[in-house]
């Protein structure tokens, strides 16, 4: 069973509404920029590679109906301005939002506004095959640098958050390594953490392992460190949100505790993602904007209050994991890169390992 997080047909958008998941599977239409603003902020649909093809193709749904006019590349900036602005911290949107602006712009020096609309429509819905490519190929990456270090035996992988298929076009990232090794026969077990508050863990991460038969065992956030001393844990493998410059790594609150405690274990740390989600542009983790979430998200579960009335809160939405932290690699569509290689496997002077 493949789970689809993105419906799209040209002109037509669907998302799966992951506030309701796992009880309810509920696909909400977007028919609009603003729709997908409203579903993203409100992260009906979250995980950095997901946020930005909705946030695309929700452009395309109204390029596609004539919107912009006569003068579609103010349309199209306003409209990915508006985009990157509702999840700061996953660059996903952004990059996307610069490479998509500069195609336009390029496009609308020999094109007229239809065939305008047209060429930027196509760049959009190619981001759906090239997302589901880029994870398989993490995944193989991924799950082949891991088994480097135990030729023979099954391996377990402890993760965080939802990278899956929830998070992505199809096949995720951290996932999408736990996926391949599966595959591959060679996953003993996954540990997926609870991921509060919002729990994407226990609600997305299990759903998707419990659909696909992959065998895992559900996590409370606190338990990692005793699990990582306690159930030979091989690699600990997270996506991201954000990895700059020198490898530092924006990513679910959450991971750099992960990382600090894999460390004392001695257990390699990985994070996947797609080269999208790079920001060369960053040097250092310290210079990247983290979102804060509502109160309501620590101190209320569906509606229910769970903490004193009256209580302050802090809730920081991700966290930066140092690049020091980062001792299995990066794991991305072109190879398993040390944070130190990072920029030089990028920009097309380093080959994969
Ligand atoms: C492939 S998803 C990578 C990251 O976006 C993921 O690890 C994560 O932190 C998701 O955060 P979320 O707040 O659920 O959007």
Redesign the pocket.
């Known amino acids: 069973m493949t789970l689809e997080s993105i419906r799209y047909r040209a002109g037509s958008l669907q998302i799966l509404n992951q506030l309701l998941l796992p009880h309810q599977t509920t696909y909400e239409e977007i028919r609009s920029v603003q729709d997908a603003y409203e579903a993203i902020k409100s992260?009906k649909v979250?995980?950095?590679?997901?946020?930005a093809i909705v946030g695309c193709l929700s452009l395309a749904v109204e390029l596609r109906a004539g919107a912009g006019g006569d003068d579609p590349v103010t349309f199209i900036r306003e409209s990915l301005c508006h985009l990157t602005s509702a999840?700061p911290t996953?660059v996903n949107m952004g990059r996307a939002a610069r490479e998509l602006m500069e195609f336009a712009e390029n496009e609308s020096m020999e094109k007229n506004s239809e065939q305008l609309r047209e060429s930027v429509i196509s760049w959009i819905e190619d981001m759906l095959e090239r997302d589901v490519n880029d994870n398989k190929k993490i995944g193989n990456y991924g799950a082949q640098h891991i088994l480097s270090g135990v030729p023979r035996d099954s391996v377990t992988i402890l993760t965080?958050?939802?990278?899956?298929s929830l998070?992505?076009a199809g096949y995720?990232?951290?996932l999408g390594v736990v996926r391949s090794l599966h595959t591959l026969g060679r996953l003993k077990r996954v540990y997926c953490t609870e991921t509060r508050p919002?729990n994407?863990g226990s609600r997305l991460t299990a759903y998707e392992a419990v659909a696909e038969g992959i065998p895992a065992t559900l996590i409370t956030d606190s338990m990692a460190a005793l699990t990582m001393r306690e159930m030979n844990i091989t690699a600990v493998v997270?996506?991201?949100?954000r990895v700059v410059a020198n490898g530092d790594t924006a990513?679910?609150v959450g991971?750099y505790q992960l990382a600090i405690s894999a460390k004392h274990h001695g257990i390699p740390f990985y994070v996947a993602?797609p080269s999208t989600?790079c920001d060369l542009s960053l040097e250092s983790g310290r210079d990247i904007i983290i979102e804060v979430r509502p109160p309501e998200e620590l101190t209320s579960i569906n509606g229910i209050p769970i903490a004193a009335p009256g209580i302050e809160v802090w809730n920081p939405?991700?966290d930066v994991t140092p690049h020091q932290l980062i001792t299995g690699g990066i794991i991305t569509e072109l190879g398993v890169f040390l944070p130190s290689e990072l920029q030089a496997a990028l920009t097309g002077r380093l080959t994969a390992l």
């Open positions: 992260m979250r995980g950095a590679p997901a946020i999840r996953a965080h958050c939802n990278t899956g998070a992505t995720g990232t951290a919002y994407q997270v996506g991201a949100d990513n679910k991971t993602a989600s939405a991700f």
